[in-house]
């Protein structure tokens, strides 16, 4: 049975959470395996929004059972919120549909602490963090301090290891960051109470995930972020803090590579970035202010206004040779809809010299100018449309330019936030 990984391209918020939404019809588990609440995936069904922070997309499907992988970064307070949410709604949440991997890393209120104390500390070259505590979770990860879920199992363990943590992390926010100090005793109860919540929906993920592999069913895992915000391969240091690379799965959710069969990277029509960090393709112009509006590009997380640009075929192309993409994810191009001209960036010009990669030095990238190919752009309105024949000719002429480009078929297309508004031209599960 295919498995399928979904992943960004660009600097997130390609339109993950649509997509993932929409494939799970074809899946029977969805799983997440890297990143945390700094992730927002939005999904529309029967006109209402959710939005996923932590659970993965595929939760609005009754009966196909979510799986949060030990890669991911868990806000234990984020986490039960989102469940309470979706209850509202109407949605079961229990242990037989979703699931929290023991080895998966708790975010603690000292890493949200450290987070913002230090974006304040930097001032104007401040990374632009969603301040939710992610890169500083990964760091104690690394560092092997960090508290997993399954010490929300074993009080004891628990309550060592944020003594212990809490000594060292006081000493950097008030002696070096000029930051409040946290209490024990408050953070230690908090965590007391999510453990009650939580316990009965740890467990072994990978264990999960092989059982399902020896059944035969479908497992589908859902990327956070984007390849270019990868803290390996993307715009260091304007990047998240884990590798939102389809390798990635691996190692974030216990399977080996031998289990992945199709890589979908998703690709936004355009291109976007909340945060800081550079933008070759950047419009600040009225080009980029009528993409943004008609995009409503709004972080799904944050709230903070994404910046716009042209399509970047360099980044799209660094994606399909760092995930091993077996097909692309075009979404949002009903956004490009009464533009007159578009532009495509196929390479940069460095120094006079074409080059195809993007450079890892960001002074070298400050002074890549890109070269453009410029088409013509469509007026019709295309947002209801689902069959691929019926899309306006310029509309096709742009989507065969990036096959083109990327050499890596189209398999869907999504020209309107809504599940149904999808041109699908290849299903992953039907491999
Ligand atoms: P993610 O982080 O990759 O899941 O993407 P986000 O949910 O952060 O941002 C994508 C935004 O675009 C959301 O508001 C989606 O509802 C919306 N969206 C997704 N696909 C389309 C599309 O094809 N057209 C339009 N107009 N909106 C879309
Ligand atoms: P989804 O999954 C867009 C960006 C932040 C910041 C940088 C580092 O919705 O696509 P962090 O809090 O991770 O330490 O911030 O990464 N960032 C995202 N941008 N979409 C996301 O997730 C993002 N997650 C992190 O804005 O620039
Ligand atoms: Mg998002």
New binding site residues.
């Given amino acids: 049975m295919p498995n399928t990984v979904v992943v ?1 391209t660009q ?4 339109g ?2 649509k997509i993932v939404d929409l494939l799970t019809a074809g899946a029977d588990l969805v799983a997440r395996f890297q ?1 945390g609440n ?4 939005t999904l529309v069904v029967s006109g209402e929004q959710t939005i996923c922070h932590l659970i993965p997309s595929g939760i609005l499907h009754e009966g196909k059972k979510c799986l949060i992988g030990n890669g991911v970064v868990v806000d234990p307070a984020v986490l039960l919120d989102e469940m309470d949410d979706l209850v509202g709604k109407g949605v079961s949440i229990n242990p037989q549909r979703l699931l929290l991997s023991e080895k998966a890393h708790l975010i603690m209120p000292y890493h949200k602490a450290l ?1 913002l104390a230090r974006e304040a500390a930097k001032g104007k070259a401040k ?6 505590g ?2 500083p979770c990964y760091e104690d990860k690394a560092g092997r301090v960090g508290v997993r879920a399954v010490d929300l199992t074993e009080p004891e363990a628990l309550e060592e290891k944020i003594r212990n943590n809490l000594k060292e992390k006081n000493f950097y926010l008030e002696g070096y960051l000029n930051s409040e100090p946290l209490a024990f005793q408050p953070i230690f109860d908090q965590y007391l109470s999510f453990a009650e919540k939580l316990v009965p929906f740890i467990a072994d993920v990978s264990l999960e995930i092989d059982r399902a592999i020896r059944e035969g069913k479908n497992i589908l895992f859902e ?4 390849t270019h ?1 990868d803290i390996d391969h993307g715009t260091y240091p ?4 884990s590798n939102p690379v389809s390798g990635a799965v691996c190692a974030g959710a216990g399977v080996g590579p031998d289990k992945l069969h199709h890589i979908v990277g998703i690709v936004k029509a355009y291109t976007t ?5 550079p933008f070759p393709t950047e419009l600040e112009d009225k080009t980029g202010d009528y993409i943004q509006s008609r995009g409503a590009e709004f ?4 709230g ?1 206004r994404r910046r716009c640009g042209w399509l970047d075929l360099v980044m799209v192309c660094d994606s399909v040779r760092l995930n091993g993409l077996s097909s692309l994810a075009i979404t949002k191009l009903d956004v490009l809809t009464g533009l007159d001209r578009l532009r495509i960036c196929v390479a940069y010009e460095l120094d006079g010299r074409r080059i195809e990669s993007r450079p890892a030095s960001l002074n070298r990238l400050a002074r890549c100018v890109p070269v453009y190919e410029e088409m013509p752009g469509w007026q019709e309105d295309i947002a209801g449309l689902r069959e691929f024949d019926r899309l306006p000719g310029a509309t096709k002429n742009y989507l065969k330019r990036i096959e083109e480009v990327t050499g890596v078929p189209i398999s869907i297309i999504s020209v309107g936030p809504m599940r149904d508004q999808t041109i699908v031209l290849k299903d992953p599960f039907e491999n």
């Fill in positions: 960004g600097w997130g918020d390609e993950k959470g990143g700094n992730a927002g995936h987070d990374l632009g963090t969603t301040g939710r992610i890169g990327g956070a972020q984007g915000l304007f990047v998240t803090s970035r909340v945060g800081s960090g972080g799904a997380t944050t903070r």
